[in-house]
C-alpha cells in the first residue's frame, strides 16, 4: 500500500469510506433501548444514539439535529438503520438517507402502536437485508486527498506537547499539502495559544472567530465560578506534569502543524475546502470525537501520554503515545508507538511522520484499531443548553 493511498468503499455521494458499517441511528430517547437491543442483535452494525427527546430548544436543538444528519451521512455507512419516536425527525432522516443513494430502513414508533417489541422485530429483519445487502460491497483505491481526518489528545502529559502532538502537527501538515481535510477541535485547549493561532487564520473575520471562540468559553467558566485549575488540565494532567491550562494548550496546539486555518466551523459542522479547519467544540474526548464523526471525518487520530481507551464507534480512532511507560504499559490500547521521537535521536519527525501516515493508510484500507477490536466505541453529541 502506498503511504499517499488508501482502499476504501466509492459513495454515491460524498467521501469514500474506510469502514462498511451498518449504522443503528436512534433518533429519540424514548427508543434508545430498542435500538440497543437492534445492535446487539446485528453482527457488523454500530450504533449512535441520543439519550435526549423533544424538548431542546434553539442552539441545542439544532446542533444536535445537525449532528444527527452528520451521523446519517457519515462516508463510513454502508447501510442504515433509523429508529425514532418522534416522526418529523424520521422524516427528515429519511430525505437525507435518500439523498445519500445508500440502502436504508427507518421506522418510527407510532408505526407499531408504541410496541417496543414489535419495533425490535421489525428493525432486526430490516437490518439483517441491510447488511446483507452491503456485504457486497468492494474496495478501490483513492488519493489522500479523499480523507477527513480529526485530530484529538486525551489525557496528555509532557511526551505529548514535546513529541506526539508535533508529530501530529507534521501528519496533518503533510495531509492539507496532498488536499485532504483535516480538523481539530477542543476549542479550552487553544487558551494562551489563540493569537498564534488567529495569525495563521486565511482572513480576519477566520482569526477574530478564533479569538471569540475561546474568549467566550474562558469568560463563561469565570461567570459560573469554575477556577479551570484542577478540571483542565485535569488532577490526572496535573499528576501527569502539566501544570496549567496554558501550558496544556501549547502542547495541544502543536496538533495544527503550520497550515493555514480554512475556516472555524460550528459542532458537528462539515468542512467545505481541503486544508485545516479548527471546530469550536468541548475538550472532553466523547463529544469531541462525535463532533468530528457528526462532520464527516473517516478517522481520528488521537494521542494521549497517560492511556484513554475512548474512541468512536463510527470511525477509526489510532491512538498514539510517545510516553514509552505508556506504551509498554498499554500493549493493548496504543496502536502507533511514538517514544523514539523521545529515546532515539537516529529516529527524525520526518521518518516517523511517514511511518505514521503509512500506518494511517492501512487502517483506512482496512487494519483494525485495538479500540474496534475491543469495542470500546460510542457516540455522545454535546449538549448547548436547558431543555424543555
Known amino acids: 500500500m502506498q503511504p499517499n493511498g488508501f482502499s476504501g468503499y466509492e459513495r454515491v455521494s460524498g467521501l469514500p469510506g474506510v469502514r462498511n458499517h451498518l449504522l443503528v441511528l436512534n433518533a429519540t430517547g424514548l427508543t434508545a433501548p430498542t435500538a440497543r437491543r437492534v445492535h446487539s442483535s446485528l453482527a457488523g452494525s454500530v450504533l449512535a444514539s441520543t439519550p435526549y427527546g423533544m424538548g431542546m430548544i434553539g442552539d441545542d436543538l439544532e446542533s444536535t439535529e445537525r449532528a444527527l444528519l452528520g451521523f446519517a451521512l457519515h462516508p463510513n455507512n454502508g447501510a442504515l438503520l433509523i429508529i425514532s ?3 418529523p425527525r424520521c422524516d427528515r432522516l429519511s430525505e437525507v438517507a435518500a439523498r445519500s443513494g445508500r440502502p436504508f430502513y427507518a421506522i418510527c414508533l407510532d408505526e407499531v402502536d408504541h410496541d417496543c417489541l414489535t419495533l425490535t422485530d421489525r428493525a432486526i429483519r430490516a437490518g439483517a437485508r441491510l447488511l446483507h445487502e452491503c456485504s457486497g460491497h468492494k474496495r478501490r483505491e483513492f488519493p489522500l ?3 477527513r481526518v480529526g485530530l484529538e489528545c486525551g489525557l496528555s502529559d509532557p511526551t505529548s506537547g514535546l513529541a506526539a502532538n508535533p508529530l501530529l502537527g507534521a501528519v496533518s501538515d503533510h495531509l492539507v499539502t496532498n488536499g485532504a481535510q483535516v480538523i481539530l477541535g477542543e476549542t479550552l485547549e487553544w487558551l494562551g495559544t489563540e493569537r498564534q493561532l488567529a495569525a495563521r487564520a486565511k482572513d480576519d473575520a477566520t482569526g477574530k472567530a478564533i479569538i471569540d471562540a475561546v474568549k467566550g468559553l474562558e ?8 477556577d479551570l485549575l484542577g478540571i483542565n488540565p485535569n488532577a490526572a494532567n496535573i499528576r501527569g506534569g502539566l501544570s496549567t491550562i496554558e501550558e496544556k494548550a501549547s502542547g495541544s496546539a502543536a496538533k495544527a502543524g503550520s497550515s493555514q486555518i480554512q475556516s ?4 458537528g459542522e462539515a468542512p467545505q475546502s481541503p486544508g485545516l479547519h479548527l471546530m469550536n467544540a468541548a475538550s472532553y474526548t466523547p463529544e469531541s470525537l462525535s463532533g468530528f464523526c457528526s462532520a464527516g471525518a473517516q478517522l481520528n487520530l488521537f494521542t494521549t501520554g497517560l492511556g484513554n481507551s475512548y474512541v468512536s464507534a ?5 491512538k498514539i503515545s510517545a510516553n514509552d511507560g505508556t506504551c509498554r504499559r498499554l500493549l493493548e490500547q496504543i496502536d502507533f508507538d511514538a517514544s523514539a521521537l523521545l529515546l532515539d535521536s537516529s529516529q527524525s519527525l520526518e521518518a516517523v511522520t511517514q511511518d505514521l501516515v503509512g500506518y494511517m493508510c492501512a487502517v483506512a484500507s482496512g487494519a483494525s ?3 474496534e477490536i475491543l469495542k470500546e466505541g460510542d457516540e455522545t453529541i454535546s449538549r448547548f443548553g436547558a431543555a424543555l
Open 264 to 267: 472555524l466551523l460550528k459542532y
Open 145 to 147: 486527498s479523499a480523507l
Open 369 to 371: 484499531t485495538y479500540g
Open 314 to 318: 463510527l470511525a477509526p480512532t489510532i
Open 219 to 226: 469568560f463563561s467558566a469565570l461567570d459560573a465560578g469554575i
Open 85 to 87: 419516536a418522534d416522526r
